[in-house]
Structures are given as C-alpha cells and as structure tokens.
C-alpha cells in the first residue's frame, strides 16, 4: 500500500511539474518575441527626443523572470486546486487552472509594465490566456485519464452506526471515479465481525457515525494493521483538532482555548477589513448603482432589503442586501431558506444572486463592523432558535465575528446539511490564522463563479440534522 501511495505521489507530481512548465513555455514565448523588444527597446518623448535604452537582460535576468513565473503559478495553482490531480474532477481542476491563470497573467502584465516604466500593449498577454487555456483544458482530462487509468477507484468498507448511511453514501457515490462503497456493515452486527471485515479486500474502511466506544478501537486496529481509514468527525474531533499541545509534564497536553483567535489577530483581521471594505466599495458603487436601477425599474419596489441576522456573541443587526425576491415573499411573517427553483425570486434576483451582486451591500455592514469578510455567514434568530433545538453546539459558531464569506462556504455549498456546515465553521475558527483569511478571500473568487454554491437547499435539508 505504502508503495502504490508513493507512486500515486510521484505520478501527480510529475504530471503536475509538466504542465506548469508548459504554461511557462507559453509566457516564455511571448516574452522573448513580443514582451522583452518592448522592454529592450529606445525610448522617446512625444518630441522625438531620446529617453535612452530600454532595460537589457542577459541570461540571468531572463532566468529570474520565467522564475518568477513558475512561481507565482504554482502558489496559485496550489492555493485554487489546480494541481489536485486525480483528486478533483478534470472539470474542477481546470476551473481552478483558469483563476490561477489569470491572476498570474495579471500580475505579470504590470510587472512588464513596471519593467518598461509604461502600459504595454495587454492583447499579448490575452492571447497567452487563451493558448493557456487550450492547453490547461486538455492537460486536466490527459492527466485525469492516466491517473484513472493506473489507479482505479478505492474499494472501500462502510462501517456505520446509528444513523442511516444514505447521507454519506450520497456523498461517496458523487465521486465514483475515485470511490467505491464495496460492501456496508453495521456496528449492530457485532464489533468482532467488524474487526474480521476490515481485514477483507479492501482499500479503506469508512467510519460514519460509530459510537465513540467502538469507534476508537476500530480506528486503533486499522491503524496498527496499515489499512486507510476514512473518519467523519464530530464536533468534539473538529474541537480538538485546532487544540494546542503544550509540553508542560512528561505526557502530551492538549490546550483548548475558550477564544482561539488572539488579540493581535483580532486587530489585524479589522484592518484587513476596513481597508478592503473601503476599497471595493469605491470599486463595485458602479455596479451597484446600475443593479439599484434595475431593481427600482422593476417592481417600484425597495432596492435594499434588510434584515435581522446575529454575529458574534448573538448580537443582533441588519444585514444589507439587494432586494431578489417579490415584496411579499414573507408575507405570513415565516422565515424561509432560499430553496431551488423558488418562485419568490424575481428576474433580477435570479441573475445578481447567481453572481452575488446582491450581497455588495453587505461591504457596508463590514465596514462599520457588524461583520468581518470571512467568518462563519449571520444567520437569523429564528433558524438560529430551529438550529439550537436540534444542535445545541450551533451557538459556538458565534464565538466569532460573522462574515461575509467563510469556510462552509468555501469548502462546502449553499445546500450543505447545518450540521456539515457546523463542522467546517469550527474548523475555520479552531484553525485560524492571517494567512487563512486571505486564502480563504481568494478562493472565495473561484466560488463567486461556481454554479452549485448558490444552490437552494432540499424541503428536507431545512431542518438541521444532527448525527453526534
């Protein structure tokens, strides 16, 4: 096993070394032959006057550029998922490959522009996205193809509790070009069989929803006998998975803090969130005007809707946002999750939702603080009552300042089950960190983008489902 993940290893690398090279190449191209005798190049003044020699290189300097490159590409590459190989699926790697793409290519037309101390012409550099593009496309489904092709999908063993496995059977069979459920055994049926059935042609064994008596010893048995082991956490796992370990005795000590986020973190993260607020606010009012108009023209009704969400603590504020649904969508005072194909949503509501045009207002509430940029979504006081009843470990999301953006979001989806959504909520804020904000704000880019992330939920995804 140990020498199969090697190769597993070794082939992602390879294919992924490859194609980063051969988007360099495409760069390297354009730079000698279009980009580089721009840069080189005399200059004068609009009199004709001789501003002296454009900036020369030698081998070296050419080195450092394409270096530059390469890895800028491979931070966003990796940061996007576009490297994941065999992991996602052909589509969403090359999705990912796209927004790594630009954001190189854009940082490397102004570093040309600096270069040439001016604007340089930008078509080039389109022409090294497109070609890119075409390139990235195929290089996504070739790779996927000879993964596929060498590694076929893991046969694995579902061990399950209480609950019924319809849930994460679901979410397996979603990914069957890299997942097979084999066969399913329920705890119930005794752990001695269990322990006999893991040792059975398999590649993994899946552990969903296993009291915690058993499931301890199921994992300390796999892991003294080498076989993968697939574990879905629960709240108390996700918890101390973020826990500190201290050193003070001769035994390992876990620390838990009641606040994780340290006061410096704190004061850079409302920085970040005032200077970012101000700037996109200058940015976006265009497009917010015009949505403004479109709404107003529409149904003569209000533009804004706002509303009572909770941040931290519970506190309560209005949350901000363009009016997408009818003016009377809840009319009989219930409140309601967006589901799919809903018939309160407008037109309008349809189109700015899908591009999350209708959450700009909300740059507004984060620059007087009632929210950050990234932190777990303020959800309502009612569905926050629903979601306590069900899962009273729902109020330590609101350890934290809401945001506009978060991890749920980011790794999960619009229509991800409240208790999913718990989990990943509380792996953000047992796990944060500066640079996990601003990872979090650009693969918030990639989402802004993907259709599923804006799904509305099932009838019965409504209701919060707990599993621990």
């Known amino acids: 096993m140990k020498h199969v993940e090697s190769v597993k290893r070794i082939l992602v690398l390879i294919l992924g070394f490859l194609g980063l090279c051969m988007q360099t190449a495409v760069y390297a191209w354009f730079w000698f032959n279009t980009y580089y005798p721009i840069v080189s190049a005399q200059r004068t003044s609009v009199d004709g006057y001789n501003l002296g020699n454009g900036l020369k290189l030698y081998f070296r300097g ?165 076989i993968r082991i697939y574990v879905m956490p629960k709240i108390t796992d996700v918890l101390l998975k973020g826990s500190q370990e201290l050193h003070l005795f001769d035994t390992p000590v876990l620390l838990l803090r009641e606040y994780s986020i340290k006061v410096e973190q704190r004061f850079i993260k409302r920085l970040i969130d005032i200077v970012l607020s101000l700037i996109l606010i200058v940015l976006s009012s265009p497009v917010m005007l015009i949505t403004a108009i479109l709404i107003k023209l529409y149904d003569k009704g209000p533009v804004l809707y706002k509303q009572i969400r909770c941040t931290q603590n519970q506190r309560e504020f209005k949350i901000m946002k363009f009016r997408s649904m009818r003016q009377d969508a809840e009319k009989d005072g219930v409140a309601r999750l967006a589901s799919k194909n809903d018939s309160r949503i407008t037109p309008i509501g349809k189109f700015i939702r899908a591009c999350r045009i209708d959450e700009l207002p909300q740059l507004f509430n984060i620059l007087v603080g009632d929210m950050s940029f990234i932190g777990p979504r303020p959800e309502r006081p009612e569905i926050i009552k629903q979601y306590l009843e069900e899962m009273p470990e729902f109020a330590f999301r609101m350890k934290v300042k809401a945001g506009l953006a978060g991890y749920a979001q980011v790794y999960g989806k619009y229509n991800t089950t409240p208790y999913d959504k718990l989990k990943l909520d509380l792996t953000y804020i047992e796990n944060y960190s500066v640079w996990l904000d601003l990872k979090l704000m650009l693969l918030t880019v990639k989402i802004l983008f993907t259709p599923d992330s804006t799904e509305g939920v099932d009838s019965n995804q409504v209701t919060a489902k707990k599993n621990s």
């Open 62 to 226: 050419h080195l450092l550029i394409l270096g530059i490159y390469f890895i800028l590409l491979l931070f966003f590459s990796n940061t996007y998922g576009g490297l994941k190989i065999g992991y996602l699926k052909p589509m969403d790697v090359f999705f990912s490959q796209i927004f790594a793409l630009f954001m190189v290519n854009f940082i490397s037309y102004f570093q040309i522009a600096l270069l040439r101390n001016w604007l340089v012409d930008a078509v080039p550099m389109l022409e090294i996205f497109v070609i890119q593009l075409l390139i990235s496309f195929l290089w996504a489904y070739v790779t996927n193809a000879i993964y596929m092709a060498i590694f076929p999908p893991r046969e694995l063993l579902l061990i399950s509790g209480v609950y019924s496995v319809d849930d994460i059977t679901r979410k397996f069979n979603s990914r069957k070009d890299k997942y097979h459920i084999a066969k399913y055994i329920n705890i119930s049926e005794g752990i001695d069989k269990v322990y006999q059935e893991c040792l059975g042609e398999y590649d993994g064994v899946i552990i969903w929803d296993v009291p915690s008596q058993y499931r301890n010893g199921i994992v300390k048995y796999c892991y003294a006998r080498n």
